[in-house]
């Protein structure tokens, strides 16, 4: 089955600066990556996604990479503010039937004002 | 309007206890999932509903039991739990099993005594 390794596990940065989130996956037929945002006492909010026909693709501050070759792809966020700090989880999907996500083990970002 | 809702908010049980949870979503999607998730680790995949049948149970104890009354609610039914079920319980939904965005709702917080 599909497995994904994330990291790093925790990452500190100042605000202001960037933040990059990597994950690899061993399935090449996984074809959808959402990453998900989770706050303390909250449930995991889906920030972003990518599709395998896709290399690119942005949302104001965050954006995120898709190397299909390689099998990773990647969370960049710009110009961190103290509110992104949370526990960010990638995950990988094949889109067919019942498929299902499996996810990364996390990485705590924590941006220090 | 991408909100699941799940009540309660905080649940504590007896080992001998029967209890409920509950999960709602009014986006008309029509896969709906349960997900265990400890703490400091990725959501758990534990069922999974598509157009309001079981698809996937992946290999839960009998003490725990979904139900799925209609196309907007599901249900997670406890009896017998043991300590080391104490997690955060999270139901989330999707268009369609398999092929669409999931989204989670904030959980309910067991611990059982």
């Known amino acids: 089955g599909e497995n994904v390794e994330q990291h790093p596990s925790t990452l500190s940065v100042q605000e202001g600066d960037s933040a990059v989130i990597k994950c690899t996956y061993s399935?090449?037929?996984?074809?959808?990556f959402p990453w998900y945002k989770q706050e303390l006492g909250k449930g995991p909010q889906l920030i972003i996604d990518i599709r395998s026909n896709v290399g690119e693709k942005k949302d104001q501050r965050i954006a995120v990479t898709l190397n299909k070759t390689a099998k990773h792809f990647s969370l960049h966020i710009t110009e961190t503010q103290p509110e992104d700090s949370a526990v960010y989880f990638c995950a990988a999907s094949i889109e067919s039937g019942y498929s299902t996500l499996t996810f990364g083990k996390g990485t705590m970002l924590l941006v220090s004002p | 309007d991408t909100e699941v809702t799940q009540t309660p908010k905080h649940l504590v049980m007896g080992m001998t206890n029967k209890k409920s949870l509950k999960c709602e979503q009014h986006m008309g999607h029509r896969a709906m999932y349960w997900y265990k998730q400890k703490a400091k680790k990725p959501p758990e995949l534990m069922f999974v509903?598509?157009?309001?049948?079981?698809?996937i149970n992946e290999s839960v104890p009998s003490r725990f039991s979904p139900e799925c009354p209609n196309s907007s609610l599901l249900n997670l039914h406890l009896h017998a739990l043991q300590p080391e079920d104490s997690a955060l319980y999270l139901c989330?939904?999707?268009?369609?099993?398999?092929?669409?965005?999931?989204?989670f709702g904030p959980g309910t917080r067991l611990t059982v005594t």
């Open positions: 989330a939904s999707s268009q369609a099993s398999g092929d669409y965005e999931q989204y």
């Open positions: 509903y598509s157009y309001e049948k079981l698809s």
């Open positions: 399935d090449s037929a996984s074809n959808y």
